[in-house]
């Protein structure tokens, strides 16, 4: 994969283990992975976040 990939990954989902997304970002030769501390696997809010701050801003 070329394309850039912005990931985003909370130590406390309780769907995939944050050791997962750790793995699966370290495959993609591209991708930049932001860890939180908290927050769920998916909300609302955390897309409206992630929308806002990594796929609008400028790189």
């Known amino acids: 994969m070329s394309q850039?990939?912005?990931m985003r990954h909370s130590r406390e989902d309780d769907r995939v283990p944050f050791v997962?997304?750790?793995m699966?970002?370290?495959l993609?030769?591209?991708?930049q992975f932001e860890a939180r501390n908290h927050?769920?696997?998916f909300s609302r809010e955390s897309l409206d976040d992630?929308?806002?701050t990594?796929?609008?801003s400028p790189r």
């Open 39 to 41: 927050g769920p696997h």
């Open 54 to 56: 990594v796929i609008a």
């Open 4 to 6: 850039p990939v912005a």
């Open 50 to 52: 992630f929308l806002g």
């Open 28 to 31: 993609l030769p591209n991708c």
């Open 24 to 26: 699966t970002a370290r």
């Open 20 to 22: 997962t997304a750790e």
